[in-house]
């Protein structure tokens, strides 16, 4: 069982820039892949960005590349998303989850609780 918990979020104005952290619990998170998620009101949950074990290989939603940066910590067991020219858009609860694999993929065993990311005009 991995246990994830997100911090960093908060409210920014469009433009800026904002990094969540999650920290996961246990010893195996240096073998899993990690991914990031988000759900805007009124919307389904959709994917962001994955990274693998070794943080070699990432994979982001097009609507967030080249803006977000997903890496990993594996000493702190920690992985980052830095959120970079936000935009109203990026508005959601953002969701840290890890992946039972070591490579980049969409479907996720472990979910977060979900932080709060709020990008005003």
């Known amino acids: 069982q991995v246990q994830l918990v997100e911090s960093g979020g908060g409210l920014v104005q469009a433009g800026g820039s904002l990094r969540l952290s999650c920290a996961a619990s246990?010893?195996?998170?240096?073998?899993?892949?990690m991914n990031w998620f988000r759900q805007a009101p009124g919307k389904e949950r959709e994917f962001v960005a994955t990274?693998?074990?070794?943080?070699?290989?990432?994979h982001y939603a097009g609507s967030v590349k080249g803006r977000f940066t997903i890496s990993r910590d594996n000493a702190k067991n920690t992985v980052y998303l830095q959120m970079d020219s936000l935009k109203p858009e990026d508005t959601a609860v953002y969701y840290c989850a890890a992946r039972r694999e070591r490579y980049i993929g969409y479907e996720v065993d472990y979910w977060g609780q979900g932080i709060q990311v709020t990008v005003s005009s």
């Open positions: 246990g010893r195996t998170f240096s073998s899993y892949a």
């Open positions: 990274i693998s074990w070794s943080g070699g290989s990432t």
